[in-house]
C-alpha cells in the first residue's frame, strides 16, 4: 500500500501534517464515502485541522475540507457540511499524530514513516486534555540472521 | 448393461476395481466441486501476469502431484468419506461466519439498556463557537436517525456501550486505539446493530 497523503493541522500559526484521520467516524457514521483519486489517497478527501482556544479550553475543528465526490469534483467543507465554515469534532476521542522534524525511515505504507518527534496530542470528546511528544529513533535495520530460517533469502 | 450387471470379478484386480469405484464417485465429486469454485478468468489472467513463469519441470510435478492425489482419493476412499461430513460442515461456518456483520461492540462491552429519549437528552453538544447544529448528537445525528429508523422490532432493545482502549473488536478481534462509546440495538442478546458517538 502506498504512503498516503495525510491531513493538515494548523499549530501554533504553522500548518503541520497530521498522521490520523478525525474524520473517518463522522463519514461512518453518516454513510458518507468519497472517491479516492490516486493511490496515495484511498480515504478521498483532505482535511484542514485547527485548534481554536475559547475560554482556556481548546477544542478540535475542521476548518476546510477538498473531498473527491468524484474523480474530477471536488467538494469544499461548505459542500459537505452546509452553512458551516468549520466542524467541532465532538466524535473525536483518542490521540492525534502530527510527524515533526526530519524523516528517519520511509515506509510504503499508510503513515507508517517514522520521523525524529511525534506530537501526541490526547482529545475526549473533540477537547484536547493532554499532549506531550515523542522522540522516536531510527529503528533498527533487520538483517537476514534475523528472520526465522524459512524466510530467509535463500543462497 | 446385462453383461455389466452379470459381471462379477473374478482376480484381485477385479476386486480392487470394485473397491475403487466409490473412490471414483468421490473423486468425481471432489473434482466437480473443484471446477464450480474455480477462480474467475479475470483472476487467473492475473494470477498470469503476475506470477512466476510456469517451467516444463514444474508442469511435470504438478502432474506427479496430482496423480499422487487421485490415486489417494482412490484407494482411500473410506477416509475421506469419514472426513467429508466434518469438511462440509467446516465450509458452511466458515460461510456463515463470513456473511456475519461486522461490529465493534460485543456482549461483554454493554453497559445498560437505554431509553432512546434519556440518549437523545445527553447527546446535545456544548460549542461555543456555535458551529454544532442543536440536534441529538450534533453533527452525527443521521447517523443516530439511520439508527432509531432500524429499531423496528418491539423485541429490539437499546444499550449503551463502552469500549476501553486497547479492547478487541470486530470479526478479527483487533484491538481499539482509542476509548469507544456508542448505542447498540440488542435483540436476543445478540448484537444487531451499532451507533459509534466518539472514537479516534
Not at chain 1, 49 to 75: D, F, M, N, P, Q
Not at chain 2, 45 to 68: A, H, M, T, Y
Not at chain 2, 81 to 99: S, T, Y
Not at chain 2, 107 to 132: C, F, H, K, R
Request: glycine share 8%.
Amino acid at each position: 500500500m502506498t504512503a498516503q497523503v495525510s491531513e493538515r493541522l494548523i499549530y501554533g500559526g504553522k500548518e503541520i501534517s497530521l498522521f490520523t484521520n478525525p474524520l473517518s467516524l463522522y463519514l461512518k457514521a453518516t454513510g458518507t464515502c468519497f472517491e479516492s483519486p490516486h493511490t496515495a489517497n484511498w480515504r478521498g478527501y483532505v482535511g484542514t485541522w485547527e485548534i481554536l482556544e475559547h475560554e482556556g479550553v481548546e477544542r478540535l475543528y475542521l476548518v476546510a475540507l477538498s473531498a473527491h465526490k468524484t474523480y474530477k469534483e471536488i467538494l469544499s467543507l461548505s459542500d459537505v457540511f452546509p452553512g458551516q465554515d468549520k466542524v467541532f469534532a465532538h466524535w473525536f476521542t483518542g490521540q492525534l499524530r502530527c510527524p515533526q522534524g526530519a524523516q528517519l525511515e520511509y515506509r510504503h505504507m499508510g503513515y507508517g514513516s517514522i520521523y525524529e518527534y511525534d506530537l501526541l496530542m490526547e482529545f475526549k470528546q473533540g477537547v484536547l486534555v493532554n499532549k506531550h511528544a515523542r522522540h522516536n529513533e531510527v529503528p533498527k535495520k533487520k538483517e537476514e540472521k534475523d528472520y526465522p530460517s524459512f524466510l530467509r533469502r535463500g543462497s | 448393461m446385462d453383461s455389466l450387471m452379470s459381471w462379477r470379478p473374478d482376480s484381485w484386480h477385479g476386486y480392487l476395481l470394485v473397491y475403487m469405484v466409490p473412490g471414483g464417485l468421490l473423486l468425481a465429486f471432489f473434482l466437480f466441486n473443484k471446477w464450480r469454485e474455480r477462480p474467475s478468468e479475470f483472476a487467473r489472467e492475473l494470477v498470469r501476469i503476475v506470477g512466476k513463469k510456469i517451467s516444463p519441470l514444474d508442469r511435470l510435478k504438478e502432474f506427479l502431484f496430482l496423480c499422487v492425489a487421485i490415486a489417494c482419493v482412490l484407494l482411500g476412499w473410506p477416509a475421506f468419506l469419514a472426513w467429508l461430513p466434518f469438511g462440509i460442515a467446516q465450509d458452511k461456518r466458515n460461510k456463515a461466519w463470513q456473511a456475519l456483520p461486522d461490529f465493534d461492540c460485543a456482549p461483554e462491552y454493554l453497559v445498560a439498556q437505554v431509553n432512546p429519549i434519556d440518549a437523545e437528552i445527553a447527546s446535545y453538544v456544548i460549542d461555543p463557537l456555535g458551529t454544532v447544529p442543536s440536534l441529538p448528537f450534533g453533527h452525527l445525528n443521521q447517523g443516530w436517525v439511520n439508527f432509531l429508523a432500524d429499531m423496528t422490532d418491539d423485541r429490539d432493545e437499546m444499550w449503551s456501550f463502552y469500549i476501553p482502549k486497547g479492547g478487541k473488536v470486530g470479526k478479527y478481534q483487533f484491538e481499539t486505539t482509542s476509548e469507544t462509546r456508542g448505542y447498540a440495538k440488542v435483540r436476543d442478546g445478540k448484537i444487531l446493530a451499532e451507533f459509534i458517538t466518539e472514537r479516534d
